[in-house]
């Protein structure tokens, strides 16, 4: 029997970004280690509960799925997080996960996308390329999501990696805040943002905390200071680029550099 691979995400409600982000990056696993076995799981149950209510589609948790595998004879199962950082929903995706390991012969977790120093240089380099036809007065704004999780410090990190460049990091539950920004940018040069979401998918956030005309929306938000905004519905599980780091750290997992 082929050994199993879990690809596991927060998860998202939106079907179109789903196919387009989360079912991306399981086809770039399958097609990268065609000798694992490539299942799905979320972490989010209110996600899961959507989608079932929806779509009527069941979609399982980390747990749900490990005892699943183990009925069925995996005794060797590794698990790829597709979060952007190593916060609450990824430590919970962990816990999950070796909470059976001794039920098997073997068990890895791999790391989120941010989670080395060689991850954030990957990144900011992704991002300049995103960057590279933006006029003088424009810039770029990243949603990530925040967290209370210690790892909010990711995003300020990044943030600070940026700072040279016409390019910010803000979080929608955490530091650094979009009033913040608002400040910074309204002593800066720009006068036209391009709004793009810091998360695997364009879900919920995305689609309402960032991009739509609701009152406490970034987009207005940046408007009412005077600027022009102009918001992507694009998750970051739509570039190949960041497809390609969800798969390279699977394969460290897989050659025991990493292990939760």
């Not at 980390?62 to 950082?85: C, F, R, S, T």
């Amino acid at each position: 029997m082929k050994p199993a691979l879990i690809a596991v995400s927060f998860g998202t409600s939106y079907p179109e970004t789903r196919k387009k982000t989360i079912e991306a990056v399981e086809r770039k696993l399958a097609e990268a280690y065609p000798k694992f076995d490539v299942f799905r799981a979320f972490t989010s149950n209110k996600v899961i509960k959507k989608i079932k209510e929806q779509e009527n589609t069941t979609i399982l948790t980390v747990d749900q799925q490990m005892k699943n595998l183990i009925a069925d004879g995996y005794d060797e199962i590794y698990v790829q997080p597709l979060h952007i950082i190593p916060g609450s929903e990824y430590s919970k995706a962990l816990h999950q996960a070796m909470s059976y390991k001794n039920q098997l012969k073997l068990i890895k977790v791999g790391k989120p996308l941010l989670s080395s120093i060689a991850d954030y240089q990957k990144i900011v380099a992704w991002l300049e390329v995103l960057a590279q036809d933006l006029d003088d007065d424009e810039c770029l704004v990243l949603m990530g999501h925040g967290s209370q999780h210690s790892a909010f410090t990711v995003y300020a990190c990044l943030d600070h990696m940026l700072m040279d460049k016409a390019i910010f990091v803000c979080a929608v539950e955490s530091y650094p805040e979009i009033s913040l920004l608002i400040k910074r940018l309204q002593y800066s040069h720009y006068k036209k943002i391009k709004l793009y979401p810091l998360m695997l998918v364009a879900g919920d956030h995305a689609t309402n905390d960032m991009a739509s005309d609701e009152e406490d929306s970034w987009k207005p938000q940046l408007e009412q200071a005077g600027f022009s905004v102009e918001a992507f519905l694009k998750g970051m599980g739509e570039a190949p680029g960041i497809q390609q780091m969800f798969v390279e750290h699977a394969g460290a997992m897989m050659e025991g550099k990493t292990n939760g």
